[in-house]
């Protein structure tokens, strides 16, 4: 007798451990693994479902006793730019974005172990070496892209391209109805110049260029300082148990 492969995807519970986000909370993940033709389209649906990607494995928290990880989207047709945003956009300008394919590189790393080591060292990426860094961003069966941002030399607008150091980066994943942000990170010197907000307008911007109507930002926790930051880009919808709804900053 032959096997025949399933055509459904298997999840799998992960143990509880502790929360990083809710203290005394305890966290626990159901997964599934992205690979094999239908990968993009899983993705796609698993996405909309509130799952989020790492390397080729998509999972969603599937805690006991909490649920307050929420996905977020940004609505992106009817996203308008605060002051404040407008400020970060006009002291970047000399910034320029790269898309290419999902291929690490030394000076990536490089960049990667200084933000780590200034913002999250602590953190459970803390330890990561440069294998761990090409398979975050090699091991995709998706469509995924590296965004490099470099300051705008002086043939930039012939060529396109930044011809200085590179200042931040972003993986990112296309979907069939938007942008996912998967990680990015910065040169921390440069914190004044608030690129995790500039790298989010960035990806607005991609997103209505191509058509897109989302750029997915992951999880927000209520109450958790490191995630504030995500409700500032509205309009945006959350996904509850009615499925996703536009939420409100300002009522809450």
């Not at 172990?113 to 995709?140: F, I, P, Q, W």
């Amino acid at each position: 007798m032959k096997h025949q492969p399933t055509q459904s995807p298997q999840f799998f519970l992960t143990a509880p451990s502790p929360c990083p986000y809710v203290e005394g909370q305890f966290e626990r993940k159901v997964f599934t693994h992205l690979v094999g033709e239908r990968a993009a389209e899983l993705n796609d649906l698993l996405t909309q479902g509130g799952f989020r990607r790492s390397q080729n494995i998509a999972y969603r928290p599937a805690c006991e006793t909490c649920r307050a990880c929420v996905s977020v989207r940004i609505l992106v047709d009817e996203f308008k730019p605060s002051r404040s945003m407008k400020r970060v956009a006009a002291t970047n300008a000399d910034l320029i974005g790269v898309e290419h394919d999902a291929e690490p590189s030394t000076e990536q790393y490089s960049l990667f172990r200084t933000y780590l080591d200034a913002r999250h060292r602590r953190g459970g990426m803390s330890d990561m070496t440069v294998l761990d860094y090409a398979m975050m961003v090699e091991d995709t069966h998706v469509d995924t892209k590296i965004i490099e941002y470099r300051r705008r030399g002086p043939d930039s607008f012939i060529t396109g391209r930044g011809d200085g150091e590179l200042i931040a980066v972003a993986l990112t994943d296309r979907m069939g109805d938007g942008l996912s942000m998967v990680y990015s990170f910065f040169n921390p010197e440069f914190e004044d110049r608030s690129l995790g907000t500039f790298m989010i307008l960035d990806h607005i911007a991609r997103a209505r260029a191509a058509g897109l109507p989302h750029v997915y930002l992951g999880y927000w926790v209520n109450g958790s300082r490191k995630m504030a930051y995500k409700v500032r880009f509205g309009p945006q919808e959350h996904l509850g148990p009615k499925g996703w709804e536009r939420y409100d900053h300002e009522a809450v």
